[in-house]
């Protein structure tokens, strides 16, 4: 052996008790960091492998301890023992770190083998070999076994660590495959516990480096980890304030009262608005100085046995209404339902509240407003029996006066009685103009005009309150374009609310009308001397269903929808406090020129013009007066007529006698003209497009339709010679006379 080999493997005999006290010495080492690894990172395999590092010591030790002693059997036994239980515990630590699961029946097995072989090796065999040879053969197995292991781990952990082990156990397993040889040379025997020292401690340093690692891993995933965890509280708590920021605004919007009360003491915590305007307090801040049954008109003798917040909920649960008394000692009748919520770790009450006299106020509103529909309907049937007499009493004082020599006193009294007839008629269409709901028609309107049609309307109402009524109209108003109807119905319900609103003034009552034009604005004006709008309510009464008056006197819808139509016309309507007193309502609707140039409205001329040939005339209409009276304007004008009062009559007088033109009445009984022009489809197509339909109806839905429907003329009662005879004029000029039977 050279100089390189003896000074590494040639160790003196008498050095054998050092090699063995440093081998010892870095065994101790290697178990103290085991325990500590298993202690820093609670991981099972690293007790288990310190157990058979401490047995491989006490191996160690005794043979430091016999190097001054004979060995006997009995130590022999010990010995082999000692590091069978190495073997073993290094095995099961393998199994352990590699996550695999081992049988304590296997394990004990094995354990009883090798004590079993040691045992019978001891005492029964006197080879050397035979007895330690097999044991350092498998310490040699189990090593290998180990470096595998980590070499295992290696490939899935990318760890330094992993690596130095399974190399350093593949040392170890070699070193005890020799150590059996070695130990029958006194020179390598010494130098035998020097390798086995360095290899252990080469074995410590490695699981220093791999925990370090595995360590530095677990500290990056978890700070990885935090800062997830951060981002996701992040946008918890981001999430959380959009939650508590939307459920405040639901809260504070909600259209029922909400409180939430202590449920101890109910004291208020929190009010949304409602609360707040129910209870007549100004701010939540103000509202917590209360506690809710300082609100209730409640018996103190039923309160006296309610202990906590069950017993109140329960107990206001049943109030059936529950009677508020507001701060400012107003009485109101409400529904009260609530649960019990948490609050930041105490129990209170969130209680909601209706109060019952609005709903009685808005049901009250619901009922006027269909009463109101329902006289829309009485004054639109009225409308129509009025139009029947009117029609026979204008047709007839037209007739007299035209063909009829009269002496001046009596003409100048029919005429008088004409221009009646024809006020009675404009009242009539008034009523049917307010009757009925129709879209915006725009046109041209005299604003002037509308207003003294209305003060027309309202003459009787306004001489019998004794109002006297100032007109301030501009004569040179310019002409604009607006719906007609919905204009008249604005100043009908300023003047209405006008009027109204006198009645409570003892003083002598004074209405100024009044119209004048500011830039491209017409501005009209509508003054009172009564009682004028209190200021703090100047801002609601635009506000639907908002009114001053007395339950049963005023639905609250008037401004409103008079506010809706004047913002259709790109208009503005507001309220002005006149320094004199009172109130005025100004409207101002913009100037915009008609398309159509707009004639100048003169007197009617009463003369008709001859019939270009004596056409055959069917008057259909149940009122023989109404028959009759437009069958004496036929014959004047040169037709010939001839008069029916009943549908069914009229099909049957078809089938016999030719006609050129139907005037058929709408509203009549058995079968009415609607019937009667399907029955005309059916049995004579010829004459569906010579109907001309008399009706005094123009307002229901259904008439409109239908005559929307049909495209055929008609003629709303009452009406005028000239009228009747443009219109016949019209069916003989477009459609041809039926074809002879």
Known sequence: MGLLGDFIFVIPAQSLKAALLVSLLSVWVLIGIFF????????????????????????????????????TDFLLLFRQWCICATATLLFWGSIRFLGQHAKQKLIGLFILFLFTYSYYGAFYLDDYYQIRLPVYVLICLVSLRISWCFVLYRRKHPYIGAGLLSFGFFLWGIFHLLFPFMQRTPEFYSASYLMSAVIQLFIAVSMIILVLEESRKIKNRVINQVFEFQDETDFLKKTVSR????????????????????????????????????????????????????????????????????????????????????????????????????????????????????????????????????????????????????????????????????????????EKVAKESDRAANLVKNFLTFAKERSIRKESINVNDIITQVMELRKFTTRIARVNVIYDLDPHLPITVGDPEQIQQVIVILVNNALQAMEKTVSSHCLILRTHTIDKTIKIEVQDNGPGIPPHLEEKIFEP?????????????????????????????YYSRPKEGGACFIVELPIVEPQIPILTKGKES??????????????????????????????LIGYVPTMCNSAIDALALLSQTEFDVILSDIRMPSMDGKQFYERLKLQYPNYV?????????????????????????????????ATVQEAIEKVIAQVPPPEDK
Not at 548 to 573: F, M, P
């Open 36 to 71: 500590y690894l298993n202690y820093y990172t609670q991981r099972r395999y690293f007790t288990i492998w310190a157990a058979g590092w401490l047995f491989y010591a006490i191996w160690l030790t005794l043979g430091y301890y016999l190097q001054d002693l004979r060995e």
């Open 243 to 414: 939650t508590e920021e939307r459920y405040r605004l639901l809260f504070e919007q909600a259209a029922e009262a909400i409180i939430i009360a202590s449920a101890n003491d109910l004291k208020i915590l929190d009010l949304n608005k409602t609360a707040r305007r129910l209870l007549d307090v100004g701010s939540v801040e103000e509202a917590k100085n209360y506690r809710l049954q300082g609100f209730c008109c409640l018996d103190g003798k039923q309160t006296t046995q309610l202990k906590n917040g069950e017993d109140w909920l329960n107990f206001l649960s049943k109030q059936k209404p529950l009677f508020l008394r507001q701060k400012n000692g107003t009485i109101v009748a409400v529904e009260l339902d609530g649960s019990i919520i948490d609050t930041g770790g105490k129990q209170a009450l969130q209680l909601f509240l209706r109060e019952l006299t609005e709903r009685a106020r808005l049901e009250q509103q619901l009922r006027q407003a269909e009463k109101l529909s329902a006289l829309g309907q009485l004054i639109s049937g009225i409308a129509h029996e009025l139009n029947n007499p009117l029609s026979v009493i204008k047709g007839y004082i037209e007739v007299i006066l035209k063909h009829h020599k009269l002496n001046p006193e009596t003409r100048a009294d029919l």
């Open 545 to 573: 269903f908002f009114t001053t008056k007395e339950v049963g006197t005023g639905t609250g819808l008037g401004l409103s929808i008079a506010h809706s139509i004047i913002s259709e016309h790109n208009g503005r309507i």
């Open 606 to 635: 009463l003369e008709t013009k001859p019939a270009s040939f004596p056409a055959k005339v069917l008057v259909v209409d149940d009122e023989p007066a109404v028959a009759e009276m437009l069958g004496e304007i036929l014959r």
């Open 689 to 721: 497009n010579r109907v001309i339909f008399l009706t005094g109806d123009t307002v229901s839905h259904d008439t409109k339709e239908f005559l929307k429907a049909t495209g055929n003329l008609h003629l709303p009662k009452p009406f005028q010679i």
